[in-house]
């Protein structure tokens, strides 16, 4: 199923920046009270694109997901799946998609009712698991990943029509200025910047380990800095970032001896479920963009 391309990108030339279509927060004027967010936090993410929540988790319930990490680190098997990106040249980890459906325990977090109940709040719908994954960066070796809009890519590549998603980072590991934390463009999320160049088929086998298609120029980057700044959200484990999917966001190597992982659920609205690529490739695999279940996830505690 094809619909219309509402946002052009990927041209062989530069298209300009346009401004968003979609409402940040879709919840209307009577809806807006019904979650855990009040209207103070509603309107800073409506403002810059995201919300950062330091020690959203306890250590103690940290720990159990730390103890699996540490297994997926040293499971020589899982680092032959598909869905286990490494680092170029390497054998360090550098993303594990999917981990939802290889953890049960990371399975029961994507419907725990403090991130669902947020989620649901702001996109004023029922909603699925787009996307799951850990992005690793260990001490001396992990490196960055360049500037993005992942709805840009989720639009092009895996044809998300609108901008009705939004990612919950969760902070696996003590994220701080030296190890390469998430940076993010406050109010990037207002534009649509559209990138230059053709998506080569199976694009994504190369843009995991190093983006080069799907990066925005370097004037609309500036543009959008010098009028918005960069923001550096770091906290100790368990701090939650939740940022609306087309927010500008990146990440430099990490310089330290201390290791940095986080988590990452897509959630997107039961209401805006993907179509054909938008970029006219073959869909990418399900474990990057999922077409096999889009079912409401249910609360569970």
Sequence with gaps: MTTTDLFPTRAERKIP?????DPTVFADSSSRKDGPLDERELKSYEENGYLFFDGFFTPAEMQGFLDDLRESEDDEDLKLSEGTILEPGKQEIRSIFGIHEISERFDRLTRDPRLLDMVRQILASEVYIHQS????KPGFKGKGFNWHSDFETWHSEDGMPRMRSLSCSIVLTDNVESNGPLMLIPGSHRKFVPCIGRTPENNYQESLKSQTVGVPDEGSLRRLMNDGGIDVPTGPAGSLILFEC?????????????PRSNLFFVYNSVENTLADPYCGNRPRPNFLANRTDWSPLTPIA
Excluded at 17 to 21: A, D, F, G, K, V
Excluded at 246 to 258: A, D, E, F, V
């Design 133 to 136: 994954r850990i992005n690793y």
């Design 17 to 21: 920046m346009s401004e968003r279509l």
């Design 246 to 258: 087309n927010t500008l966001h990146g990440s430099n190597q990490n310089m330290s001896c201390w």
